[in-house]
Every structure is written in structure tokens, then in C-alpha cells.
């Protein structure tokens, strides 16, 4: 199974911060890596998929990049609507596996 | 809109059976891969199972491979998963999430199954 290593566990950001978490994974997974927001009691939604495509509806201060086994997500200009967990996903191989998770805090 | 709706948790004992269900709308059902996920309780994320268009091809996690079968019914736009002999680290939120583009993109909202005598 492939690891996913993300980090950090939990951040502490101001309004308007920019933000960024990592995901390293245990072998080269092509790209094939998600981000997914969840809020407490909510369902996981899926914002950014193929590495760095933003799904609809994903506003604009969100991005990722990478390739290989090493990938980034970031939020620029932190809003109060961020303040969530975030999770990495890969899906190149099954099983699929997510990253241990990033809890987002306002500081 | 794209809706899935899963039902059927509940409070179980160990070495029990149930089935949670999940029933989807707002696309054509019999054209995406399904996917069941599960999270416990202030814990991440695990991947489940897969099931393709038209069954002929399922895949499990290790963990669950042989207790638990995922199904669905085009007809009926549900995709079940029968859980058996029941653990304790069962327990969790079970999500039912769509395959698009290789990718999970729309998720339930899930449901609590809890295994405790």
C-alpha cells in the first residue's frame, strides 16, 4: 500500500495568512493526489484533484502542486470559511490512501 | 444536484452483521464507480471498497476484506455494503462516495455504526 506522510498535523493561521501542507508519498504516485475540506460533523468535499486542478466551486486561493512522490496544497489569504481539516488522497493504486489529516485553526 | 444519502447505522454487539445503504441522485447512477469510506471518531480517513458500473469487478481493504461486501442496484441507484462479524474498531462514520475522473468528488453524509456490547 502506498503511504501518504502529511504534515503538518495542525496549523495556526491569521485572516488573510498563507498556508501550506505537505503530502509525501511512500512511491511515485503520478499525480494522482486529491485535497479534500471536511468541517466537524461533514462530510469530506473534494476540492482539488490531478495534483493541481481545482474543482468547481473550489475558490481561487486554493492551489496545489507537485509531482513525484512530493506535493503541496496551499491557501492564500486565509478566510474564517477555511477553518477546517484537510486531507491529501491518493488514487493511483487501490487501496487508495489518505494523509493522516491537517486541522486548520484561526490563531 | 448531486445527492447520496446513506442509512442503516446503528449500535451493534461484536461478531453482529448490518448493512448500510446508500441511495444517489441528481446523476446516472449506472455510469460511475462507487466507493465506500469510513472515518472513526477523531480519527482520518480509510478507503474501503469499490465497486465498478455493472459489479463485475469489487475491491477491498485488507482490513475488512472478507467481513464486509459491497454491492448496488442500477435499477434501484443504491450501493449497500453488508458488514459481518462485526469488531469494535468498526466503528465509525461510513461514507458512500461517486468516482469521478478516477476520483472521489461527491460524498454522502454518512452514518454512524457503533459496535459495543
Known amino acids: 500500500d502506498i503511504q501518504m506522510t502529511q504534515s503538518p498535523p495542525s496549523l495556526s493561521a491569521s485572516l488573510g495568512d498563507k498556508v501550506t501542507i505537505t503530502c509525501q508519498a511512500s512511491q511515485n504516485i503520478n499525480k494522482y493526489i486529491a485535497w479534500y475540506q471536511q468541517k466537524p460533523g461533514k462530510a469530506p468535499r473534494q476540492l482539488i484533484r490531478y495534483t493541481s486542478t481545482l474543482v468547481s466551486g473550489t475558490p481561487s486561493r486554493f492551489s496545489g502542486s507537485g509531482s513525484g512522490r512530493d506535493y503541496s496544497f496551499s491557501i492564500s489569504n486565509v478566510e474564517s470559511e477555511d477553518i477546517a481539516s484537510y486531507y491529501c488522497l491518493q488514487y493511483d493504486n487501490l487501496p487508495y490512501t489518505f494523509g493522516a489529516g491537517t486541522k486548520l485553526e484561526l490563531k | 444536484e448531486v445527492q447520496l444519502v446513506e442509512s442503516g447505522g446503528g449500535l451493534v454487539q461484536p461478531g453482529s452483521s448490518l448493512k448500510v445503504s446508500c441511495v444517489a441522485s441528481?446523476?446516472?447512477?449506472?455510469?460511475?464507480?462507487m466507493h465506500w469510506f469510513r472515518q472513526a471518531p477523531e480519527n482520518g480517513i480509510e478507503w474501503l471498497a469499490y465497486?465498478?458500473?455493472?459489479?463485475?469487478?469489487?475491491h477491498y481493504a485488507e482490513t475488512v476484506k472478507g467481513r464486509f461486501t459491497i454491492s448496488r442496484d442500477n435499477a434501484k441507484n443504491t450501493v449497500d455494503m453488508q458488514l459481518s462479524s462485526l469488531r469494535s474498531e468498526d466503528t465509525a462514520m461510513y461514507f458512500c462516495?461517486?468516482?469521478?475522473?478516477?476520483?472521489?468528488?461527491?460524498w454522502g453524509q454518512g452514518v454512524m455504526v457503533t459496535v459495543s456490547s
Open positions: 441528481g446523476f446516472t447512477f449506472s455510469s460511475y464507480v
Open positions: 465497486i465498478n458500473t455493472d459489479s463485475s469487478s469489487t
Open positions: 462516495a461517486r468516482e469521478a475522473l478516477w476520483t472521489p468528488d461527491y
